[in-house]
């Protein structure tokens, strides 16, 4: 069943609510065609804020034409008229871009490098710890969507649209809850029966309760960026510390969107050992994106952590149930915990980099924090919180 009007709008307002927007803000609304009545119900919803939108959007036929004919010296180019856009912008709003996400697996590989090259100086822009840019990255169902993940239309959008729909006060009174389980903490060992097995050290590094809205406290602490659906609490661990395994039974290829499953990774003083981690599907595509974004950092970025541990997070969204590959959702099911390697900065770690992928263990997972006083603390046992 297609989304009504109203349900439409009804989304719309949610999000610009995440935003927190004060009149006069300049705010970029982006996305695909196929979203064009979400993007104006957004820009409309901007206005009566007191806040002036530009809305952005182009077409997954007009992706395709565009890495099928474009050559990588071309895309390699960074857009300076876009520089300047989102260096004039106080928000970027981005809805998910394609309407039939499987296309990105066709595109080349050289191609989508040459892209994430160009797009570096908008990364020093959005992410600048003094004057970064606020943004918002929202989730969206579609039939073609749906069938890129093996489900039902129905149920994907049960899924996003239920997901979206959970209140940040709930979010934010589920979070504290848990977040309460960590005070002290230093390392947190999580597990399960599926080949889960590892220890992160989080000692003095804050907690982020993702309750879905942007606000003061969050920017003023440079976590200036907002997910939906939200749901999680999530910790930036000691980059260079932790080692173990955890087992990933589904999730997207960083660079090609390829569906991975069946991933055994395992890291060790904190850094990911892609000869000793395995897939059951497409383990190459998972390689070569890590060593990809590396090439890229080495060109930017001093250290260079694209392999580094980055987040440990813990997902909480009570109308997320069910994992299916999409990234932005399987990390707020409930009773699941996942690991991210790359980029931190933003939440309380030291890391940047291209590369930010989460890696999402199967429902059922247990966690134990261990605090600075020697205690050992029991906060989920097999998926329930404690």
């Given at each position: 069943?297609?989304?009504?009007?109203k349900?439409?709008?009804?989304?719309?307002?949610?999000?610009?609510?995440?935003?927190?927007?004060?009149?006069?803000?300049?705010?970029?609304?982006?996305?695909?065609?196929?979203?064009?009545?979400?993007?104006?119900?957004?820009?409309?919803?901007?206005?009566?804020?007191?806040?002036?939108?530009?809305?952005?959007?182009?077409?997954?036929?007009?992706?395709?034409?565009?890495?099928?004919?474009?050559?990588?010296?071309?895309?390699?180019?960074?857009?300076?008229?876009y520089?300047?856009?989102?260096?004039?912008?106080d928000?970027?709003?981005?809805?998910?871009?394609?309407?039939?996400?499987?296309i990105?697996?066709?595109?080349?590989?050289?191609?989508?490098?040459?892209?994430q090259r160009?797009?570096?100086?908008?990364?020093?822009?959005?992410?600048?710890?003094?004057?970064?840019?606020?943004?918002?990255?929202?989730?969206?169902?579609?039939?073609?969507?749906?069938?890129?993940?093996?489900?039902?239309?129905?149920?994907?959008?049960?899924?996003?649209?239920?997901?979206?729909?959970?209140?940040?006060?709930?979010?934010?009174?589920?979070?504290?809850?848990?977040?309460?389980?960590?005070?002290?903490?230093?390392?947190?060992?999580?597990?399960?029966?599926?080949?889960?097995?590892?220890?992160?050290?989080?000692?003095?590094?804050?907690?982020?309760?993702?309750?879905?809205?942007?606000?003061?406290?969050?920017?003023?602490?440079?976590?200036?960026?907002?997910?939906?659906?939200?749901?999680?609490?999530?910790?930036?661990?000691?980059?260079?510390?932790?080692?173990?395994?955890?087992?990933?039974?589904?999730?997207?290829?960083?660079?090609?969107?390829?569906?991975?499953?069946?991933?055994?990774?395992?890291?060790?003083?904190?850094?990911?050992?892609?000869?000793?981690?395995?897939?059951?599907?497409?383990?190459?595509?998972?390689?070569?994106?890590?060593?990809?974004?590396?090439?890229?950092?080495?060109?930017?970025?001093?250290?260079?952590?694209?392999?580094?541990?980055?987040?440990?997070?813990?997902?909480?969204n009570?109308?997320?149930?069910?994992?299916?590959?999409?990234?932005?959702t399987?990390?707020?099911?409930?009773?699941?915990?996942?690991?991210?390697?790359?980029?931190?900065?933003?939440?309380?770690?030291?890391?940047?980099?291209?590369?930010?992928?989460?890696?999402?263990?199967?429902?059922?997972?247990?966690?134990?924090?261990?605090?600075?006083?020697?205690?050992?603390?029991?906060?989920?046992?097999?998926?329930?919180?404690?």
């Amino acid at each position: 069943m297609a989304l009504t009007e109203k349900m439409i709008a009804a989304c719309a307002k949610s999000m610009v609510k995440t935003c927190n927007l004060k009149k006069g803000d300049a705010v970029i609304v982006r996305g695909g065609a196929h979203t064009q009545l979400l993007l104006e119900e957004i820009a409309l919803e901007c206005y009566r804020k007191g806040t002036t939108p530009s809305i952005i959007s182009d077409s997954d036929g007009y992706a395709k034409r565009v890495y099928k004919e474009i050559p990588a010296s071309t895309l390699s180019i960074t857009p300076k008229h876009y520089v300047a856009m989102v260096k004039a912008a106080d928000m970027l709003i981005n809805i998910e871009p394609y309407d039939d996400p499987s296309i990105v697996a066709g595109f080349p590989r050289d191609k989508l490098k040459a892209r994430q090259r160009a797009m570096l100086p908008l990364y020093d822009i959005i992410y600048d710890k003094k004057d970064g840019k606020k943004w918002l990255y929202a989730g969206w169902p579609t039939p073609k969507a749906a069938k890129s993940f093996g489900i039902s239309y129905p149920e994907l959008e049960k899924i996003v649209i239920g997901g979206l729909a959970v209140s940040p006060d709930t979010l934010m009174r589920i979070g504290k809850k848990l977040d309460s389980k960590f005070k002290g903490a230093e390392w947190v060992h999580v597990w399960d029966d599926k080949g889960t097995d590892f220890r992160v050290n989080i000692k003095g590094r804050r907690s982020n309760i993702d309750d879905g809205i942007i606000s003061k406290e969050d920017y003023d602490l440079n976590d200036r960026g907002a997910n939906l659906p939200a749901g999680e609490l999530f910790f930036a661990p000691h980059e260079m510390k932790g080692s173990g395994t955890l087992f990933c039974p589904i999730t997207r290829d960083r660079l090609s969107d390829k569906i991975i499953k069946e991933v055994l990774l395992e890291f060790e003083d904190g850094v990911i050992q892609l000869d000793r981690t395995k897939a059951g599907k497409n383990y190459k595509d998972l390689v070569s994106s890590f060593e990809q974004c590396e090439a890229v950092d080495r060109t930017q970025y001093k250290p260079v952590r694209t392999r580094n541990v980055a987040e440990l997070g813990i997902g909480f969204n009570p109308k997320i149930t069910k994992a299916i590959g999409y990234i932005l959702t399987d990390e707020k099911v409930a009773g699941t915990v996942h690991v991210a390697f790359g980029s931190n900065a933003g939440y309380g770690g030291t890391s940047e980099s291209t590369m930010h992928w989460d890696f999402v263990t199967a429902p059922g997972a247990n966690i134990e924090v261990e605090k600075h006083d020697g205690r050992t603390v029991r906060v989920m046992l097999r998926g329930r919180f404690l």
